[in-house]
């Protein structure tokens, strides 16, 4: 399972969404992340080892002109120069905490596209959250978010934005379609582990929304679905070969998407 959760710059520390029928939502995400003979993810939507990864916040009026999108939590190395390049680059300010001496401490922003993100300060190690079972082994079979991508008219203009405003540097990943062969792009964190991918709406992908998909893995991806349609969701599309799915996107109860993955 990649781990785009690096502490370094461009690692993926969290999600987030503000969600309107709150109470709803979360036991949607509790039910449907909560399968297998040992849950990845409590009830409470912390994982497994209590900590904290996705968040659901109820949409409250400070929240009203957020999109209802997940939205990752990314590490840059200044979010005020973050945001600034943003801004410069076609995308724009949703929200800008400052501490009581004008220091930025985080911010939401949307890119060109329209998809919203997060940037926070680099995370040392030291200073994430450790449960009291540190072992690799459990380490391994915690909820985390997995993966990210983004699937967009313009693949090149939207790396080059995210390179510049996260810091990620980006590899080609060749594909092709009917219209003949094209370049989606990994992007990578500081440390050199891949994070995200940003792809083209082409192919398979055409079809998808363009927001930041975080990928969740679950203990019984199969058990996870049923009880996606159960709660009033929606499978939108499956991905993978041989006839596994690798991941299947789903669209939550209020419109929201992410992508399952088996755990």
């Known amino acids: ?20 029928q709150h109470e709803r939502v979360v036991e949607f ?8 003979d040992t849950p990845l993810w409590r009830h409470d939507l ?3 080892l209590g900590i904290p990864i996705i968040g659901v916040g109820e949409r409250v009026a400070a929240y009203d002109h957020l999109p209802l999108q997940w939205m990752p939590h990314i590490q840059v190395s200044d979010v005020a120069a973050s945001a600034a390049r943003a801004l410069e680059q076609g995308g724009h300010e949703l929200m800008h905490h400052k501490d009581e001496r004008g220091q930025s401490e985080w911010a939401v922003l949307g890119d060109p596209n329209g998809a919203a993100f997060g940037i926070i300060p680099a995370v040392p190690s030291e200073a994430v959250p450790q449960s009291g079972d540190s ?11 997995s993966w990210l991508d983004l699937t967009v008219p313009d693949a090149v203009a939207t790396r080059d934005f995210y ?13 092709e379609d009917a219209d003949g062969r094209y370049a989606d792009y990994v992007l990578s964190t500081g440390d050199g582990s891949a994070a995200a991918g940003v792809c ?11 927001v930041w998909l975080i990928y969740l893995p679950v203990g019984d991806l199969a058990e996870s679905l049923r009880r996606v349609g159960e709660g009033g969701g929606e499978v ?3 991905g993978g070969s041989d006839g596994e799915s690798a991941y299947v996107v789903i669209r939550d109860p209020v419109g929201a998407y992410l992508a399952l993955m088996p755990g």
């Open 1 to 20: 399972m990649t781990d785009s959760s690096a502490q370094s710059v461009g690692g993926v520390l969290s999600a987030d969404i503000a969600v309107p």
């Open 29 to 36: 995400y509790s039910r449907v992340l909560g399968t297998g």
């Open 46 to 48: 912390m994982n497994n």
């Open 135 to 145: 072992s690799s082994d459990s380490a391994e079979g915690a909820g985390r978010i």
């Open 163 to 175: 390179q510049s405003v996260v810091g990620w540097s980006a590899r080609e990943m060749e594909m």
């Open 200 to 210: 083209h709406a082409r192919g398979a992908n055409q079809e998808l929304p363009l």
């Open 236 to 238: 939108v599309r499956s």
